[in-house]
């Protein structure tokens, strides 16, 4: 108790707060490495068709190079804060063990160099006047400020002592030796996770009722480097939070994706894949592609943005976003349908790829983003396909996304398209007709076997900016429309508009130079169908 008395109450602090800025800074130095290192190394030579021998094992070193910056940041993102929340955990009890010793001495107590309190008040009195009743009331009186100052002196160093400790032990519990191995991503988690915990970056604080204005909020109110502690430490959650910049969530969610990644990896060296472990790993491994590809790029509407990811729920979730959504002037949410997994990865990218060309070719003034939005659990093609079950399990999640995308957009209002093919359409309806809809200028259906409703105006939209479009030979709208999922949308009787589609089949709605993919591209751009080009200014 001596010892730490009389250390606590003269130590300067100030070397563990450079200490734990300069971890801060070095934290920093290492992400904007890491994205250096994408955009301009591993990016750039994806992006040229390198292949070869040579290649896989140049992209096989340069690719670890990366997940090491990557584990290495985080790590050291955890020891900034542990350093940070032991600085404040010691000054604050410094600052409480002076501030008693002061009161203390203002109430005519002393405290001696070992921290001891006692009473002076009455050391000169005779003897015979200790037997005096005022004496001992006065004595009583203050014998409980006398117990207080002294339990608030030893509850001080108690909580110096506990904060060295618990800063030391977290300290020693982060694992540099991980960075090499297979699992080292998720040790880097588990350790960001236990510091979180430690200093108060609460699990629990992170919003999950689906409210974007309450998300964004409350990510505002975070520090940058709380915000970097909780991208750390839950990955996952923070990246699904609807209404917070799209930037932040793709930070996040390329962590979740290195997680999940790592995890099969594990499973795939261990032996025990199993078929729909391998469906999900080869859709990961598709989407860590096609990002490599996309950090290769200068135009920024090429850039891949992931708003969401998840390999643990049912067939997967997936949110990929073309272009940032928050900057564009043109914003599209592309629903697929049915029989569609973390396996199709490819081609819900190149579905979107296909839709912001047409859209950019309509308004050649206008930014384009498209989002490829897997957020449901698609139906197989069986019985669940005419089902409203899968729809309405989804609805509120669209929504939410949707409105998310209004809160975290800057500047002027973006013209919002929500796209449903086959199934998605019907999601879409559920999601447009329930709530408060989706805050979508229009609504664009093809392929659809119904939206849950018998007309457009009960989408909770103009009808007007309602728009279907059907094949022929489509065997969705041609056989299930009009039974257990609503009015076939492209009737007129429905209430919106149909628009022209020269394709056959099923899936051929984005078959390129179609006259149904650049329908599709000038609704995106806010236009009708049946209008021309827009050119660029001279």
């Known amino acids: 108790m001596p010892a730490q008395f009389s250390d606590l109450m003269k130590q300067d602090f100030s070397d563990l707060e450079v200490a734990a800025k300069s971890w801060r800074a070095l934290a920093e130095s290492l992400e904007t490495a890491q994205v250096q290192h994408r955009h301009r190394v591993t990016g750039p030579l994806h992006a040229s068709g390198w292949e070869g021998t040579d290649a896989h094992y140049g992209f096989m070193t340069m690719e670890d190079n990366e997940r090491k910056l990557g584990i290495c940041e985080s790590q050291v993102t955890s020891i900034a804060t542990a350093l940070k929340g032991t600085h404040h955990r010691m000054q604050q009890a410094q600052q409480d063990l002076r501030k008693a010793v002061r009161e203390a001495e203002a109430d005519n107590f002393a405290v001696d160099e070992d921290g001891w309190v006692s009473d002076p008040t009455y050391d000169n009195l005779p003897p015979e006047a200790r037997n005096d009743p005022d004496y001992q009331q006065s004595v009583q009186r203050r014998s409980g400020p006398l117990g207080e100052y002294r339990a608030r002196i030893d509850k001080a160093i108690a909580d110096a002592e506990t904060a060295s400790d618990e800063g030391s032990a977290l300290l020693h519990q982060i694992d540099t030796f991980d960075l090499d191995k297979v699992y080292g991503a998720n040790s880097a988690q588990e350790d960001a996770e236990r510091v979180a915990d430690a200093y108060g970056l609460d699990e629990k604080d992170i919003p999950n009722d689906k409210n974007p204005k309450e998300n964004a909020a409350w990510w505002k109110s975070l520090s940058p480097a709380e915000r970097q502690m909780y991208m750390d430490a839950y990955p996952q959650k923070v990246g699904w939070l609807d209404g917070i910049p799209s930037a932040d969530r793709d930070e996040a969610n390329r962590k979740s994706l290195e997680l999940s990644l790592g ?83 490819n081609e819900h990218i190149d579905r979107a790829d296909r839709l912001q060309e047409s859209a950019m070719a309509a308004d050649k003034r206008a930014s384009t983003s498209v989002v490829s939005w897997l957020g449901y659990d698609a139906p197989e093609f069986n019985n669940s396909v005419g089902s409203e079950a899968r729809a309405r399990d989804g609805e509120q999640d669209l929504r939410s996304f949707t409105h998310g995308l209004r809160e975290s957009h800057q500047g002027e209002r973006t013209h919002m398209t929500v796209l449903g093919h086959s199934y998605g359409s019907t999601l879409v309806g559920a999601a447009a007709s329930g709530g408060q809809g989706l805050d979508a200028d229009d609504v664009v259906v093809v392929g659809s076997p119904g939206m849950t409703v018998d007309h457009a105006s009960e989408l909770n939209m103009d009808p007007d900016h309602v728009w279907a479009g059907y094949a022929p030979d489509d065997i969705v709208s041609d056989e299930l429309a009009d039974r257990t999922l609503g009015e076939n949308p492209a009737e007129e009787e429905f209430g919106g508009n149909v628009f022209e589609v020269d394709t056959e089949g099923h899936t051929g709605y984005w078959d390129e130079n179609s006259e149904s993919l650049r329908n599709q591209g000038k609704i995106i751009a806010g236009r009708s169908p049946s209008e021309g080009q827009h050119q660029e200014n001279d």
């Open 263 to 345: 995890a099969f990896r594990e499973k795939e060296e261990a032996g025990t894949l199993g078929i729909n472990d391998e469906r999900r790993y080869s859709g990961l491994l598709e989407l860590q592609d096609e990002l490599d590809k996309a950090d290769g790029t200068t135009k920024p509407h090429r850039e891949l943005y992931v708003l969401g990811i998840d390999a643990d729920r049912g067939d997967g979730r997936a949110l990929v976003a073309r272009g940032n959504p928050d900057t564009a002037d043109n914003t599209a949410i592309q629903v697929p349908g049915t029989d569609n997994d973390l396996s199709h990865m």
